[in-house]
């Protein structure tokens, strides 16, 4: 059992009290609570996630929370100031939770409630089951990933299943480790990231990848068809799609139509002729692109490195500065300024 539950059952609503203070700024894709009435809590977070319902013993629960949407996928920062239980309906995404103060008490189906102290990562229930806890003067990070988005990111198509998160603890520490840093730098950036397309998609892309990975998820195996698809032909459609729309928000879905094969095929076609991945061929188009952006922008004119790498989709700027000294043995910056 949970230890010491608030004596204010989560799912009963305390009427407003008179002074209590409450603010709230919604705008497309965000969503700002700071409160200390748990029923107004309630009524704007389950505008964004699902029925839920606070508990706690304190009259003066101080709830605060900052949300923002970066395509399928959302941060969340929440703090509480004592101690708070909660119930929540399936919200239909997965999520994964971050402590960054205080502890907390998850309980699971069918387990035993899991003790979180400072720093730990853990992937809450599937998007079609409840969960419920106790938050203790706790602050945390929350992200939600789309069953649609992992299954982007898995390489699988709209027949196949979508993959699920293998677990609900980390791989391993050093997984976890990896994680938390996802969802730091995501936070961080999610309102700028948020203002354009191809860098949205691109930073849900890597924030479900890095929550694959330390999650581990089955995908489907290539079929024979599959196999039978490695043609050269099929590389040569691939890489004509992905040059025409590189400034666009393609998946490995799209790629995979428009050379008229399965993702395992164009997969196994990369991999055959060019021992590479359909991903990693995008990367170096967009590479390419933003290497000419660099060159024709003039000095002193405005342009940045960082805003020529978000237009091409590279959301973390140490990353592209990386990709780009790798193929052409000078920084971005040094091609800006040249």
């Known amino acids: 059992m949970i230890e010491n539950p608030p004596t204010r059952p989560a799912g009963r609503r305390a009427p407003r009290e008179p002074g209590k203070r409450g603010a709230v700024e919604v705008r497309p894709g965000r969503l ?80 035993e409630p899991v003790a979180l102290r400072r720093g730990a990562v853990l992937a809450l229930e599937p998007p079609d089951r409840p969960h419920s806890g106790v938050m203790r003067h706790a602050a945390y990070d929350l992200i939600t990933l789309e069953p649609e988005l992992l299954a982007r990111v898995a390489d699988l198509s709209p027949r196949e299943r979508p993959p699920r998160l293998g677990a609900n603890a980390p791989a391993s520490a050093a997984a976890a480790r990896r994680l938390a840093g996802a969802i730091e730098h995501f936070g961080a950036n999610a309102a700028a990231l948020a203002g354009n397309p191809l860098t949205t998609a691109t930073a849900a892309d890597f924030l479900a990848a890095v929550a694959l990975d330390a999650f581990p998820a089955t995908a489907g195996e290539p079929t024979h068809v599959d196999r039978n698809d490695t043609h050269s032909e099929t590389v040569r459609r691939a890489i004509a799609f992905m040059e025409t729309r590189a400034a666009e928000d393609i998946s490995l879905a ?13 997969q196994l076609a990369f991999q055959r002729h060019l021992h590479t991945t359909p991903v990693q061929y995008l990367r170096r188009i ?31 700027p ?3 500065a990386g990709y780009y000294r790798q193929v052409y043995g000078c920084t971005p ?3 800006l300024l040249r």
């Open 286 to 316: 967009r590479l390419d692109c933003a290497h000419a952006d660099l060159l024709a922008a003039a000095p002193g004119g405005g342009e940045t490195v960082t805003a020529i790498a978000y237009r091409w989709g590279f959301v973390n």
């Open 318 to 320: 140490g990353r592209f």
């Open 333 to 335: 910056h040094q091609t």
């Open 254 to 266: 799209d790629i995979a139509s428009a050379a008229y094969v399965t993702i395992r095929a164009v």
């Open 32 to 111: 700002v609570v700071d409160t200390d009435d748990l029923a107004a809590a309630e009524t704007h977070l389950g505008r964004f996630f699902a029925a839920l319902r606070f508990g706690s013993p304190s009259a003066r629960a101080g709830a605060r929370m900052v949300r923002q949407q970066v395509g399928a996928a959302s941060h969340a920062t929440l703090r509480f100031g004592t101690d708070v239980a909660y119930s929540t309906e399936p919200i239909g995404c997965w999520s994964v939770l971050l402590v960054r103060d205080g502890t907390a008490q998850v309980r699971l189906t069918g387990a």
